[in-house]
């Protein structure tokens, strides 16, 4: 027997696609888009149409599972989940009774993006007074950074992009991290318009696009600065829209007027010329749309970086909409609610905060030291940077690890009890999306597979199994989507939630037809002048990370990125690429400099760590810059390449600075002096 299901994509990507499940005797046989949904118009990527080799797969856990081996070798014997319970209440009191519950520390990110599930295991820990997770890995920068110079001010609705004269992607590669962004690219270029990419290297979307800015890693505040600075010293800016529609312009201008060429020039990697004529592409097209991603925010100047891209949007007056225009990072489509999802009201008393990429330090030098840890929606083993200093505190005997997990993860390895997740579809709940106005609930379409629970049904059970009888406790999921709702921005006048619970999509009011986005942020423009928070009130250029220390410099002379590959979504289907490195691009003066050959496995190293990556010699990166494409799992004897970036947090949020990263070819320090 077949049936079609409609469902929504999990994963942590902007465009969280509608999906039809096709299920045939009771098993998903096939994936495919959802034509009738608004943004994925049936079209949906590779990595998810190969889902249900996940979803079947031999590394699927099933059964609760208690280690049996050393931590990392991966070796489990089956139990009954109330054995596991009982596991968890024993082990979590001891910790309690002899170290206290700050010992105690969840570790969850977006593994599942879906509103219930993600935030599921926060209500618990709130209860249990453990240690608090600060969730920075992926956007917090980039977060804080719009926030400190935008306010609520939402993004611009992606359809707008459609009628634009020039499209920039900046810092994002569209084809691979937001593929439902493409269409209208390709609609603009139908009529005439242009795509401009700035990226440290020529990825899947600058192939396609008609210019290519190959900015440093880093560079991105620089850049921006300069063509702010072109487009006054040229006059090139709307005097009348900045006097509409924003404020503190005279402020910027006086950062602008003391900035020096030869800075711009180092600290961005483009020349003047270069800059003057992407400053005159931009002002020879009022109908452009500037499309922002995350990665260029994950260095020591990531806020700053998303702060001057908003700074010069703001100058170009993209923020007032109309045919063409905008910007977007994220959409902000339906802000507020998250306190109903995970009830901080529930904790005694504030408990210590801790960064999550600074794991690697939590778990080895912390004091006083974490002696529990749970972690769901998350595999830092492979994600974290400093994922040596990681896996060394996952090896403790004296850190009880709890796994929830659909796979055998690098993390599950090093479990002392492994739990076995359903996926998103055998579960119920809801999916906003941060590059787009949609929303939607998915209902399950298959029951769990094995005994595999929900986050939502595995906390519920185990606060049952603690004693915690508290009112978010006796929440069903669809109680407790509900109550998100009820307390959501964004949702339109007088909504039938029984309808978005039988999976009506809700389209959010935050988004207008006219692309207009100043109206949200209370009538006030865009400033360009921040009040409040970290940092300088005038957007400017701060100082470099590692890449302007000269004696790291000295040792470790080449840049390396690790943006995403088309096949991984961080480090999600890991487990289809066993025992692989991945490749690294090399750039042909490099691989000269360095002898080092097409196809030849090499190791990269640092002061944090090593990693193999099998060497690819192109063009498509520039001279001095390594690009590692995706975050494969790492073995004994190929480590990750997260082993290798820093736990340092960027300028704002304390987010991550994987873009940061100075490495050199090992053992080969003398062919470099002689280069």
């Known amino acids: ?65 208690l280690r049996v081996g050393k931590k990392g070798e991966g070796l489990f014997r089956r139990i009954s989940w109330e054995e596991a319970y009982d596991v968890i209440a024993k082990r979590f009191g001891e910790i309690i009774d002899r170290h206290g519950s700050e010992a105690i520390l969840p570790y969850a990110y977006a593994g599942n993006m879906g509103m219930a599930n993600r935030f599921a295991g926060f209500p618990f820990f709130h209860r249990l007074g453990a240690s608090r997770l600060d969730q920075t890995i992926c956007s917090a920068a980039a977060s804080a950074g719009w926030g400190l110079q935008c306010g609520d001010i939402p993004g611009c609705p992606p359809e707008n992009a459609a009628q634009a004269e020039l499209i920039v992607a900046w810092g994002i590669n569209i084809k691979v991290s937001n593929c439902h962004f493409w269409p209208h690219v390709a609609a603009a270029r139908r009529n005439g318009g242009r795509l401009l ?77 270069a800059i003057s004529e992407l400053a005159a592409l931009l002002a020879a097209a009022p109908r452009t749309f500037v499309r922002i991603g995350i990665g260029l925010s994950r260095h020591s100047r990531g806020g700053m970086a998303v702060r001057l891209i908003a700074a010069l949007a703001g100058a170009l007056g993209l923020f007032d909409g109309g045919p063409g225009r905008g910007v977007l990072l994220s959409s902000g ?28 330090h939590a778990l080895t030098t912390l004091d006083p030291p974490l002696k529990g840890l749970f972690v769901f929606n998350a595999n830092p083993a492979s994600a974290n940077p400093d994922g040596s ?5 996952l090896c403790r005997d004296d850190l009880f690890t709890v796994v929830h997990e659909q ?23 809801l999916y906003t999306a941060y590059g787009h106005f949609y929303m939607g609930v998915a209902r399950p379409v298959i029951p769990p597979l094995g005994e595999a629970k929900s986050n939502f049904q595995l906390f519920a059970e185990l606060a049952a199994r603690m004693g915690f009888d508290d009112p978010p406790f006796r929440h069903s999921c669809e109680e407790r989507i509900v109550d ?80 995403p590959h088309p096949d991984l979504l961080n480090s999600t289907f890991g487990e289809r690429y066993a025992g692989r490195c991945g490749e690294v691009f090399v750039h042909p003066d490099d691989a000269r400099r360095w002898q080092v050959a097409e196809g030849e496995q090499v190791e990269l190293v640092n002061h944090r760590g090593r990693a193999s990556r099998v060497v690819r010699i192109s063009d498509a990166t520039r001279p001095g810059v390594l690009v590692a494409e995706g975050i494969y ?31 050199a070819f090992a053992g080969r320090d003398a062919l470099a002096a002689i280069g």
């Open 1 to 65: 027997m077949l049936s079609l299901h409609k469902t929504i994509c999990p994963l942590d990507c902007p465009d969280s696609c509608g999906l039809i499940a096709v299920v045939e005797d009771g098993r998903v046989t096939e994936l495919r888009g959802d034509r009738e949904h608004p943004v994925t118009r049936g079209v949906i990527c590779r990595k998810m149409r190969r889902y249900p080799e996940r979803l079947y797969g031999p590394e699927r856990v099933l059964h609760p599972q």
């Open 197 to 273: 990419v700035i990226d440290p290297y020529r990825n899947d979307t600058a192939r396609s696009a008609d210019h290519h800015v190959a900015v440093l890693p880093g560079g991105d505040p620089a850049l921006a600065l300069g063509v702010l600075k072109v487009l006054v010293d040229e006059g090139l800016v709307d005097q009348d829209t900045l006097k509409r529609e924003t404020e503190g312009f005279a402020a910027m201008a006086e950062v602008l007027a003391d900035l020096q060429w030869s800075q711009l020039e180092r600290e961005s990697g483009v020349s003047r010329q």
């Open 333 to 360: 489509a339906f802000p507020g609610g998250r306190d109903r999802l995970s009830w901080p009201s529930l904790a005694a008393r504030p408990t210590r905060l801790i960064n999550m990429i600074h794991l690697g």
């Open 389 to 393: 200093a990681v896996r060394r505190g």
């Open 407 to 429: 796979v055998m993860s690098a993390t599950a390895r090093y479990a002392d009890l492994l739990l076995p997740a359903t996926t998103f579809l055998e579960n119920l709940d």
């Open 484 to 563: 998100f709702l009820r307390n959501l921005g964004g949702l339109p006048p007088g909504i039938d939630l029984g309808r978005v619970l039988a999976g009506e999509l809700v389209h959010s009011t935050r988004s207008h037809g006219d692309g207009r986005v100043l109206r949200e942020s209370g009538g006030g423009g865009f400033s360009f002048v921040a009040s409040g928070g970290a940092g300088p009130s005038v957007p400017c250029l701060t100082p470099a990370g590692e890449a302007a220390d000269p004696d790291l410099l000295a040792r470790y002379p080449l840049r390396l990125i690790a943006p």
């Open 633 to 663: 799992w790492p073995t004994e004897q190929s480590p990750g390449i997260n082993d290798l970036t820093s736990q340092k947090a960027a300028d704002l949020g304390g987010g991550a600075t994987f873009h940061e990263t100075l490495v």
